[in-house]
């Protein structure tokens, strides 16, 4: 059987990086390239990390592509300190790695998006774990992709729980929360890994020590990478018992939705600036009663087996780098 399709769109920062390297271990998809976004750093900064973990990895046949390096509805970005606080100022931990030997493709991220989707088809999966930017202006540009892709899971959004920037917004969708209405309004086929379940899975010193054992390069780097989030999460008071495994989650899930129960629904998302509710990833009350709703929500994960999977993955991985 062919494998599937995978695209990852990603604002490189520690969980992103993990994101990267579930994709690449995972035997039942090819992942064909990675637009990059901005969110947890600035757009170029975000593309040189995901260049430099795939060096590390030994894939540097792995395009990746820039995409936009603000909202929708802004003319610049500047990046959070709370983010820098989580994910370093550089986007990894504070980790060092090597220059990459290569540059980003010349083609826009927006146009590879509508090229795979045209190419691949149903085969195609996307996988945005930053804000919705990119995948935004692809429809604009072309909307018949939304019919052609067999399905966007994306990292963001909170339903059930709280946001984690306001009680409203979580941060990817918060970034740009005009694109997250219109993406989820396109008819696209979508599944929400949102803070629901991704708060719900965790991932402690216990797991990077094992990476660290390794003795390899991308083991300890990883294991680096991993415990500065860690740490972050704990000194923040995010989390004292670990880390969210968010955009990896996300990734297990593209390609593997049994990892997660979901409810179907039409949503929505606030963009009204000046609304307190700015942010908010909700059902849309003006299509109750539609048939067939375009959205799948995770509302709860096998969070053990998915943490099983996760560290079979990245360890076999990390073992050949």
Known sequence: MAKRKMILDLDTGVDDSLAIAYALADPEVDLIGIVSSYGNNLLDVCAQNSLKLLELLGHTDIPVFKGLPHSSTSDHFDVMQVSKDIHG???????????????????SGVDFYIDAAHKYGKDLIIIPTGPMTNLAAALKKDPEIAHLIGNVTFMGGALTVDGNVTPAAEANINQDAKAADEVFKSGLPLTMVGLDVTLRTLLTKKETQQWRDLGTKAGKAYADITDFYIDAYYNLDIDKRGCALHDPLAVGVGIDPSFVQTISLFMRCEYDPDSPFYGRTVGDNAKLNDPNPNVKVAVNVDKERYLKVFMDHLTNLFKEH
């Open 89 to 107: 100022n550089n986007g990894i931990g504070e980790v060092e790695l090597p220059d990459p030997q290569r540059s980003v493709e010349e083609e």
